[in-house]
């Protein structure tokens, strides 16, 4: 859905807006993806005495867009929350102006840039789905979140105010996922703010997509009678935890996330929001800690994770992902020492064990001075 047409919708919940509708039906599977009119006429909607401004103020702010923060001034003019929204509407203004001119200059180089973009498809990481907070409004708040991380990017999901599952895509520290930011926005603008999520069961839906201006995290979702989220009774939430795969695509942007072991997080998630799931319940999840690990797996912090055998110069992060160590790069699967354009090692001397085999080599040691030929000189 656009940002004008979650206006509208966010309009109609504050607004008492009635507005005639032709016949919609987007989606046959439901959950909210689009609303569905049995009538031409659309039905009377919600007046503003009966929202109350904080659950108004909560969905202009899932939506993030100036529109939205429009919306709510216009029924909410005055108080606090309307200071707050005044600001966050200069804030993302300020931050439209500056991309509009930061071109400036460079404008024609950024437009070839932004045009070479092909679509870039990253492939589902091996790291386990694990439950962390996920910090929001500037550090102001937080909440429990599933999470998974691939290549680059992290995947969470958090119920929110409104009581349905949130989910937020964006880039990690360690982001190995090519141009991100531009990917995001280009796909985004050509797909009028949608993407579409696909899983290994070939089910498909289109779901809203937004930029938050403040953070840059890409709020994922579909929005029903004013509310940001998936149901968490719904087919997303329960394919999320039934398929073994999902990806999300909006091109040039593409990534596909593993879903294995992933109900364990999501259950968790899903009973925040009051919902009664099959396979959420808090005896259910009693019994997943009390399975033990399969093959391949150890237990980690209460979880079966994945055993990597990461190989030489190389070690596993906490997710459980592997890493080259400093001075080495990943190459045909290996990690090994870093070269410069030309094909030589860069420093082979700082190799491990080079200061060693040279001071022993200067002591007369004729083999410690072949390893250092052999290892630590350049190539």
């Given amino acids: 859905m656009s940002f004008r047409a979650c206006t509208i919708a966010l309009a109609m919940l504050v607004g008492g807006i009635s507005l005639l509708l032709p016949p919609l039906h987007v989606a046959p599977e439901g959950d909210g993806i689009a609303w569905q009119f049995s009538q031409a006429t ?37 108080g606090f929350r309307a200071d707050l929204a005044r600001a966050y509407v200069r804030k993302l203004g300020s931050d439209e102006k500056a991309r509009s001119t930061s071109g400036g200059k460079n404008k024609r180089a950024t437009s070839i840039r932004q045009a070479r973009l092909a679509t870039y498809a990253a492939e589902p990481g091996t790291s386990p789905w694990r439950t962390t907070r996920y910090v929001m409004d500037e550090g102001n708040a937080s909440a429990n979140a599933a999470a998974v991380k691939a290549n680059g990017i992290e995947f969470l999901m958090y119920c929110n105010a409104n009581k349905r599952v949130a989910a937020v895509l964006r880039e990690t520290t360690r982001g190995v996922y090519p141009e991100f930011d531009g990917r995001i926005q280009q796909g985004l603008a050509a797909n009028d703010n949608f993407m579409i999520m696909r899983f290994s069961n070939e089910t498909e839906y289109p779901v809203s997509a937004a930029v938050q201006g403040l953070t840059g995290d890409v709020t994922i979702g579909t929005v029903e009678q004013g509310k940001v989220g998936f149901r968490p009774n719904g087919r997303i939430v329960s394919d999320m935890m039934a398929e073994k795969t999902i990806t999300l695509f909006a091109p040039p942007f593409s990534a596909t996330l593993q879903l294995k072991n992933s109900r364990t997080a999501i259950c968790k998630v899903v009973m925040q929001c009051g919902a009664t799931v099959p396979g959420c319940t808090r005896s259910s999840q009693k019994s997943v800690r009390a399975v033990k690990c399969s093959s391949g797996y150890k237990r980690r912090k209460g979880k079966c994770v994945l055993i990597q055998n990461c190989g030489a110069n190389a070690y596993r992060g906490p997710e459980g992902d592997c890493y080259c160590k400093k001075n080495y790069e990943m190459r045909s699967g290996k990690c090994v020492w870093k070269t410069n354009k030309k094909g030589f090692e860069v420093a082979p001397w700082n190799k491990p064990g080079c200061k060693t085999w040279e001071r022993q080599c200067n002591q007369g040691n004729s083999n410690a001075c072949l390893k250092y030929e052999q290892t630590c000189q350049p190539n």
């Fill in 42 to 78: 659309a039905q009377s909607a919600p007046k503003a005495g009966e929202i109350s401004e904080k659950e108004a103020f909560d969905s202009a702010k899932e939506l993030g867009s100036i529109e939205a923060w429009e919306a709510f001034l216009n029924v909410f003019p005055t």
